[in-house]
């Protein structure tokens, strides 16, 4: 890898989330905690699926799944460099969308795929069910140590640089399309967690 694409790859990892950065940045995403929450049933995301008398309770419940719906996507999507049969559309919408599917462009272009899974421990941080379209913030510690981006023919793992970041904080914005939850904007910050 030259000394260029080292340096994008590592501004992409410093801003890379839920996905992450601009095109032509060699990518490798990211997430944190326990595996354990990984494995967890998902939920619908259609907000009459899960009913509760606490019906901020059911938001957050709803908008978890949706945001591990968005990750499960992710991984496939960038284990083979392309969000075709990931659902990828199903869980990320304007920003949140643009940026996953940028990405996947660069990798394809690069002729790298990213194996393994990151962790995640989301927070659902805040809830507004007073507006239209509903609102939700999450905030997760995202780790990638686990997440190689490796070259896809090869399977070669990429040399990165050892300053980057592997476990950072991200923000996550999701908030209603229609009667759905769904990602819409997701911001890395250079801090560790």
Same mark, same amino acid.
């Given at each position: 890898? !030259?000394? !260029? /694409?080292?340096?994008? /790859?590592?501004? *992409?990892?410093?801003? $890379?989330?839920?996905?992450?950065?601009?095109?032509?940045?060699?990518?490798? $995403?990211?997430?944190?905690?326990?595996? +354990?929450?990984?494995?967890?049933?998902?939920?619908? @995301?259609?907000? !009459?699926?899960? =009913?509760?008398?606490?019906? &901020? @309770?059911?938001?957050?419940?709803?908008?978890? $799944?949706?945001?591990?719906?968005? *990750? #499960? $996507?992710?991984?496939?999507?960038?284990? =083979? @460099?392309?969000?075709? #049969?990931?659902?990828?559309?199903?869980?990320?919408?304007?920003?949140?969308?643009?940026? @996953?599917?940028?990405?996947?462009?660069?990798? =394809?272009? %690069?002729? %790298?795929?990213?194996?393994?899974?990151?962790?995640?421990?989301?927070?659902?941080?805040?809830? %507004?069910?007073?507006?239209?379209?509903? =609102?939700?913030?999450?905030? +997760?510690?995202?780790?990638?140590? %686990?997440?190689?981006?490796?070259?896809?023919? !090869?399977?070669?793992?990429?040399?990165?640089?050892?300053?980057?970041?592997?476990?950072?904080?991200?923000?996550?914005?999701?908030?209603?399309?229609? +009667?759905?939850?769904?990602?819409?904007?997701? &911001? &890395? &910050?250079?801090?560790?967690?």
């Amino acid at each position: 890898m !030259s000394i !260029s /694409t080292a340096h994008d /790859t590592t501004r *992409w990892l410093r801003r $890379a989330v839920v996905v992450t950065t601009a095109l032509g940045v060699a990518v490798t $995403a990211a997430g944190c905690g326990s595996g +354990d929450e990984e494995k967890k049933p998902k939920a619908s @995301a259609s907000p !009459s699926a899960t =009913k509760s008398s606490d019906p &901020q @309770a059911t938001a957050k419940a709803e908008v978890l $799944a949706v945001y591990r719906g968005y *990750w #499960d $996507a992710q991984v496939k999507a960038y284990a =083979k @460099a392309s969000p075709l #049969d990931t659902d990828l559309d199903k869980y990320a919408f304007d920003k949140a969308l643009g940026k @996953a599917e940028s990405e996947l462009v660069a990798l =394809k272009l %690069n002729g %790298n795929v990213i194996k393994g899974e990151p962790k995640l421990s989301p927070e659902v941080t805040a809830v %507004n069910l007073e507006e239209s379209p509903k =609102k939700a913030t999450i905030t +997760d510690c995202v780790d990638v140590t %686990n997440w190689k981006l490796v070259k896809a023919k !090869s399977g070669d793992e990429v040399k990165l640089p050892k300053e980057r970041l592997t476990r950072f904080v991200t923000t996550i914005n999701v908030r209603t399309v229609g +009667d759905k939850w769904m990602v819409v904007d997701t &911001q &890395q &910050q250079d801090r560790t967690c």
